[in-house]
């Protein structure tokens, strides 16, 4: 089977997955990308470039796989006079229509920010099928479809949701977790804290560095380590962080090489995630598979990832703040819960992405 995987923000995870995929499957995958920068620009237009560049390839392909980062209508009707009979399927690593904007984003601002959950919302309905990378994803964005049409001023169209749902199902997202083990190291000697994360908004910082310093006046004994990417200017609370917490940092910044991202998390003990957002959570899965102890909000994807093990999540800020306490005072003593995430390597997870993308066809 040939496959056209059309991806418009080709970064970070968006960027892993895609070539992992085309690593791992036993079908040929040929990838239509554009690099991951001005996200916005690359939803209005980047189906325009994208399309082009199908176009011009020429091939003959059996199914096209997009994600969300396009507007999925647009492409398909660039494309339409050549290829029509084409089956399209749509992967939603994120959406705008759950997403937490930022309040100080324009858009926001000016009540113009509701184009681009539109744009996923008409792209979902153009397609053959749907893929949501976690039950929670999938859930939210039909959960958050009628409020969101019912804004509009008639015409609202809700029975469309149903036939977005009746074509909407969950793949998880694959990733290639067995590369950890080769740069596995021992734990550090005391115990040290976890960031490895993007620096964003939506992560909540805050609070994770206000539990941190709430830590540090009880006189314990921590490191913290904090990875990551900030993909515009660092956020405050990274700067007074480096100044607050000067003694406890071990090490503060980006990793060039993924053997030093590795390490990192292998010496880690304690994961506390305190994301305001997370439709799947790849940099905590990560952690996880390398026997770090995750600490998590009980929302989001995360209860999928573990079965709902009662003694990782926490439901207040106060619990957080506890639970964190108790895994430093324990650190020696934490439970390993690399066996519930591994089910995300692509040798595990492959052969569903090959059995379900050959089952998509074009609706007769």
């Not at 496959?3 to 991806?7: D, I, K, R």
């Not at 949501?132 to 859930?139: A, E, G, L, R």
């Given at each position: 089977m040939k496959?056209?995987?059309?991806?418009a923000f080709f970064t970070g995870s968006h960027k892993r997955w895609a070539e992992e995929m085309q690593t791992f499957s036993s079908h040929k995958i040929d990838i239509f990308s554009l690099k991951g920068n001005y996200w916005k620009w690359r939803m209005h237009g980047g189906a325009?470039?994208?399309?082009?560049?199908?176009?011009?390839k020429g091939e003959k392909y059996d199914l096209i796989l997009a994600t969300d980062m396009m507007d999925l209508s647009l492409f398909k009707s660039l494309i339409s006079a050549k290829y029509n009979n084409?089956?399209?399927a749509l992967y939603f690593h994120e959406n705008q229509l759950c997403y937490p904007w930022s309040e100080t984003d324009r858009d926001v601002q000016k009540n113009r920010?509701?184009?681009y959950a539109f744009i996923n919302f008409s792209s979902a309905l153009v397609a053959d099928q749907v893929f949501?990378?976690?039950?929670?994803?999938?859930?939210s964005f039909l959960g958050a479809l009628p409020n969101f049409l019912k804004g509009f001023p008639d015409y609202n169209e809700l029975d469309s949701i149903k036939k977005i749902e009746a074509k909407s199902e969950v793949l998880y997202l694959g990733m290639d977790l067995q590369k950890f083990n080769k740069y596995k190291t021992e734990q550090n000697k005391k115990p040290l804290i976890l960031w490895n994360h993007r620096w964003e908004y939506d992560k909540n910082p805050t609070d994770f560095f206000k539990a941190l310093y709430k830590m540090q006046e009880k006189n314990l004994d921590f490191e913290v380590v904090i990875l990551g990417e900030n993909f515009?200017?660092?956020?405050?609370?990274?700067e007074i962080a480096k100044e607050k917490l000067k003694d406890k940092i071990s090490f503060m910044g980006y990793t060039e090489s993924f053997k030093d991202y590795a390490n990192w998390l292998w010496k880690a003990h304690i994961l506390p995630v305190t994301s305001n957002q997370?439709?799947?959570?790849?940099?905590?899965?990560?952690?996880?598979?390398c026997n770090c102890y995750p600490i998590l909000p009980k929302r989001l994807a995360y209860p999928e990832h573990l079965q709902n093990n009662e003694s990782c999540f926490y439901n207040s800020y106060e619990e957080f703040c506890q639970k964190l306490e108790d895994a430093i005072c324990n650190f020696s003593n934490l439970e390993n819960l690399n066996s519930f995430v591994e089910k995300y390597d692509w040798k595990d997870i492959?052969?569903?992405?090959?059995?379900?993308?050959?089952q998509i066809k074009k609706p007769s």
């Open positions: 496959v056209a995987l059309v991806e325009i470039t994208l399309a082009n560049q199908f176009l011009e084409i089956p399209i920010d509701s184009h949501f990378n976690s039950h929670f994803h999938k859930d515009r200017q660092i956020p405050e609370e990274f997370d439709f799947f959570g790849g940099s905590v899965v990560e952690a996880i598979f492959i052969d569903e992405y090959d059995k379900k993308l050959c």
